[in-house]
């Protein structure tokens, strides 16, 4: 299993960078960061002196989105990284949630993100691809390599990152949700004549080593009512009563009120007070060590190629420090499949 850690870009970029090599030092192979534009800084600035500054870590988004950026855009900007620094990039891209609502639009359509994966993709590992009706080329890519990895929760979404992306993210850590969307994914995968080893599958969840259970709940709640928004969308669109989301990740959104994008990803969100405590402990890794370790053996078993650390909150070294002493070297041995 691969491991990653995602950060946001709150100044100073410095501290970003900092993290992001202890981090690799530490054993973590990936680093990410959020993707909004008005909420905090700028992330592909701040790459290239991640990238600088470290030997092997690959860098990028959790996530993007096609419109905040166009995608030739995306895709030159990634080349570019990949032509200074070797190919130490991965595109991980979803609707918009943050990024386009602060914005005052709504999260793209399911057709525009599969048109703008492809896009990406192509024209970053230096094909022509057609954009809008226009042939399209980088001419200066030579031996480009970009996996485009997509974020999903929704049936119709799930069955896009399966068809189409190299990977799928899955923003939380709770056993019976991920074994039932990898299944989800990877029959999408096959049905379209695709090996379904060959997606990478990430699953991104807050991790905070200690003992003191009720802290740590208090410091990753926020994570809850992050999902929440994204929950909140399935269910306007398909139904509660559907069945085409499980009751298990629908449930705990009936007390939710509203969100303030202002404290998004932040310990004491004011806008996931509605967010249990049993929610928190499903997707969030809390505890000792010797627990992160449990749940991460189950989602390896489950088929999980890395699990990528919200660092969001009071004990980001500390964190960052344990898993690289107790959590990376009992699990770091990547299972065979996936594309890295």
Known sequence: ?????????????????????????????????????????????????????????????????????????????????????????????GRGDSAMRVAGRRPNTLAALSESMRIIRDLAEGRETDVHGTALRIPWVRDGRLPVWMAAYGPKALALAGREADGFILQLADPYLTEWMVKAVR????????????????????????????????????FGGMVGNHVADLVERYGEASGAIPEALTAYI???????????????????????DDIV?????????????????????????QFAVYAMHDAREATIDAYGEHVIPALGQRPVGGRP
């Open 187 to 222: 029959r999408a995968a096959e049905e379209a004549g695709r090996d379904p080893a060959s997606l990478t599958i990430c699953v991104a969840a807050p991790a905070y080593v200690g003992d003191d259970l009720a802290h740590a709940r208090e410091q990753c709640r926020w």
């Open 281 to 305: 402990d499903r997707f969030c890794l809390l505890g000792p060590a010797a627990a992160h370790r449990e749940r991460l053996e189950q989602l390896r078993e489950l088929g999980v190629d």
């Open 254 to 276: 009936k007390q939710r009120h509203g969100y303030d994008y202002s404290h998004h990803g932040r310990a004491g969100n004011p806008s996931t007070d509605f967010v249990p």
């Open 1 to 93: 299993m691969d491991f990653g850690l995602v950060l946001q870009t709150d100044p100073p970029a410095t501290a970003v960078v900092d993290l992001m090599r202890r981090a690799e030092q530490a054993g973590f192979r990936y680093g990410w960061t959020f993707d909004s534009a008005v909420l905090w800084q700028e992330p592909f600035v701040i790459y290239s002196r991640i990238l600088e500054q470290t030997e092997r870590l690959i860098v990028g988004p959790m996530v993007t989105n096609p419109s905040t950026r166009t995608p030739e855009v995306t895709a030159s900007t990634f080349a570019t990284l990949n032509d200074m620094y070797g190919n130490r990039t991965v595109c991980g891209i």
